[in-house]
């Protein structure tokens, strides 16, 4: 930065550099000092740390922003994650539903509506044909309502580590929980588990809902889909795009089911 105040030009090449990297388009010129120093924290240092790879920390930015209701910011990163080839428009759509079990379909009705435009822009831009929609992909999961919730007890078992499933005598856990949620979407193969994982924990924090954020923290880590430092690196990366303030109550609870899983493992290994 100049003494003036002003974004230093050299010192800002950089983060034009980082910024048209991750975002695929020119970077913006920093209108106050404030927004040149915090592109420079968010593209040219966060985004440019190797515990994630720019592709997961897609995932996680793009549940950020949709949240946030961020409407030019999702544009951009929607846009960004599908013209870098980051993300497959299978796995946007797969983000989406995922997103709106988590955050709520309100959200991610808008989410869907921006990814369909951008999806057509995409296309328009390099003078292509829009692909026709791919066919939905078959599930192996039973059609028959017991089976079905079977699987779906099992599925919520083995995804949050737990040893029991909820009950089924009501709608919110039977036909929400088991049927719908672990019965299907976490099965379905448009999306591999360690993305749902980062899209999951990130919706939990936003919401600083407490069980949640416990239980999907711990899963992530005692499933190892997410390694400790991982983990650590969404923390930050969840901070440079939705805020420091519930970011710390996701790092406090990522230091406890750390030190919870470790003790696990060791008594395992005993």
Not at 63 to 78: F, M, S, T, Y
Not at 94 to 109: D, M, N, R, S, T
Not at 163 to 172: L, V
Not at 193 to 198: A, G, T, V
Request: charged share 25%; aromatic share 10%; glycine share 4%.
């Amino acid at each position: 930065m100049s003494r003036c105040g002003e974004p230093d030009v050299d010192s800002y090449e950089r983060v034009r550099r980082a910024y048209a990297e991750v975002m695929t388009t020119p970077a913006p010129e920093p209108h106050s000092p404030a927004m040149a120093r915090l592109a420079d924290f968010v593209f040219a240092e966060v985004w440019q740390r190797p515990g994630l790879s720019r592709r997961e920390r897609r995932f996680v930015t793009l549940a950020c922003v949709a949240a946030a209701d961020a409407e030019a910011p999702l544009r951009d990163h929607v846009y960004a994650a599908l013209n870098s080839g980051d993300v497959t428009i299978t796995e946007m759509r797969e983000a989406v539903l995922h997103f709106a079990v988590y955050a709520g379909w309100p959200k991610a009705a808008r989410f869907n509506m921006i990814v369909d435009e951008l999806w057509d822009r995409i296309h328009r831009d390099r003078g292509q044909q829009v692909p026709p929609p791919e066919r939905m992909p078959s599930l192996d999961t039973p059609v028959d309502p017991e089976e079905r919730l079977t699987v779906g007890e099992q599925a919520f078992k083995d995804i949050n580590c737990l040893p029991f499933a909820p009950t089924r005598d009501n709608p919110y856990s039977g036909a929400g929980i088991l049927n719908f949620v672990f019965g299907e979407m976490w099965l379905r193969p448009g999306l591999g588990r360690k993305e749902r994982r980062l899209i999951t924990v990130t919706c939990v924090a936003f919401q600083d809902a407490p069980y949640p954020i416990l239980s999907h923290v711990y899963a992530a880590l005692k499933s190892r889909d997410l390694s400790f430092d991982e983990m650590d690196e969404l923390a930050l990366h969840f901070a440079a795009h939705y805020g420091w303030p519930k970011a710390a109550h996701l790092d406090q609870m990522i230091s406890e089911q750390k030190q919870r899983v470790t003790e696990e493992w060791a008594a395992e290994d005993r």
